[in-house]
Structure formats: C-alpha cells, structure tokens
C-alpha cells in the first residue's frame, strides 16, 4: 500500500499553458500548450491508477502564478483523493503542496530551470498520503527543434522526507524524466518516460504516457494521456488522466 500510494506524491511536469507570445517570450524554451510560465493558469485535472491492491482516483486543482519579472513562477497543489479497494472506499483531501519555479538562464531555443517543491502531511486519512513532509528539488533542462514544432525536456528531481509520522517509510526517491512534445496547428502531441528509483524500497517505480492535447480556446486548453508503470517495485499498472486549463 505504501508504495501505491508514494506515486500520488511523484513528480509531474505541468506548468500553464501558451496563450500569447511575446518577443520575450519567443527565446523562452517553456512557452508552448502545458509549458508555458507567464499567465496565471488554473489546471483542473483528474487521474485514475489501477492497483493490484485496488484504484486510486486523484481529482486535483493547481494554480500557477507568475511572480516578479515572470521569470519565477509559483504552484500550489490541492488534490482530493478516493481510494476503492476489496475492505473499504475513501475519499478525502490528500497532502497539499506549493512549489517555486526560477528560469536563471534562456537563450535562444534552451534554457534551464530549477525548482522547489514541499509537500506537507495534510492528509485527512493515512489512504490519501505519505505521512510524510516531502522536499523536491528538480532541475530542468529544455530545447526545441524542428523550427521550434518539437519541444524536449529533461528533468532531474530528488524526493526527500525530512519530517511526519514515524510508522511510515521515508520518502527517498530519484527520478529521471524526459518528455518530448510536438506541436501542429492546435494541437500537441507527447510521450514520456520516467525512470524512478525509489531507494526506501530499493526498486524501480518507472512509467510512461502518450498525451494528446488541444487548444479549445485561446485561454483553454484541454488534454488526455494513458499511462503505464513498469519496474520490479511499480506503484500501479495503468492510468489514465485528463485536465483543463483556464489562463487569465
């Protein structure tokens, strides 16, 4: 069970999504559909994981505002969560978090990133947490191609407990991502794979997705990935989430 439910706590790449370009932002690697750091951007999503144990079902709002000369960027992270398995079904709120993001250096189509995320012990049931206060630190490296229709991203973060309940496994966890998007007209296309290596259980807790996505509007966009774990300590065996963004 715990390491089911250690992946609601791991990582995700998700930031706003584009909506208008400027010159400025034209030189900024992160400035296409779900990669984009300079509109307040409310993401609504919903997240459904199969378990040998049972599903886990994560319906969770994100905010992310843009602070100062826009090159920061901040996120908080609200997610209610239903646990259905074969004694009992659940649902409450799950540990909250609230993150920083800084784009130190951005020239032409790469630049990087870092950021900082804290996730606290809120959960109103051991179900819904880790009972634990987690860290992350991530750094991001990112590039376009292909006269910038194709985006790549590499992302290093590092998952630590450092505070909580004293019966629950720490939270120690490396993970390596890398995405790659594909834009045409509209729309965008994805695929990612992360390798995960979660040193509490000593395994593997790797996964993949395909995501399709679409601007509806200017200032929404909506968007659609299956996934996959794979690994000899693998949290879930398939997923499947869907979200909406609204930019202002």
């Avoid at 040998?52 to 602070?67: C, E, H, K, M, W």
């Avoid at 908080?76 to 909250?96: E, H, M, Q, R, Y």
């Avoid at 191609?145 to 590499?154: C, Q």
């Avoid at 794979?230 to 609204?246: C, H, M, V």
């Amino acid at each position: 069970m715990k390491k089911q439910l250690l992946y609601i706590l791991l990582f995700s790449v998700t930031f706003s999504a584009n909506a208008q370009e400027t010159k400025t932002e034209e030189k900024i690697p992160f400035a296409e559909p779900r990669f984009h750091y300079f509109l307040k951007t409310l993401l609504f999503f919903n997240e459904y994981l199969d378990t040998d144990a049972g599903s886990f079902n994560t319906t969770q709002l994100r905010a992310l505002v843009p602070i100062g000369n826009k090159a920061w960027n901040l996120r908080f992270d609200l997610p209610l969560i239903s646990t259905n398995t074969t004694n009992t079904n659940k649902t409450g709120i799950g540990d909250v978090g609230a993150g920083i993001t800084y784009i130190p250096y951005s020239k032409n189509n790469q630049g990087i990133a870092v950021r900082a995320r804290v996730y606290a012990n809120s959960a109103v049931d051991p179900a819904f947490g880790s009972g634990k206060w987690v860290f992350m630190p991530a750094f991001f490296y990112g590039s376009y191609f292909y006269e910038r229709k194709i985006l790549w991203i590499s992302t290093l973060e590092y998952q630590r407990s450092f505070a909580g309940s004293n019966t629950r496994a720490d939270v120690n966890t490396a993970v390596l991502d890398n995405v790659l998007l594909y834009f045409f007209g509209k729309n965008w296309i994805s695929g990612d794979v992360a390798f995960r290596y979660n040193n509490t259980v000593k395994g593997y807790q790797n996964n993949a997705f395909v995501e399709f996505g679409r601007k509806i509007t200017p200032t929404n966009l909506a968007y659609i990935h299956p996934s996959v774990a794979f690994g000899g300590d693998k949290t879930y065996n398939y997923g499947i989430e869907a979200g909406f963004l609204i930019l202002f």
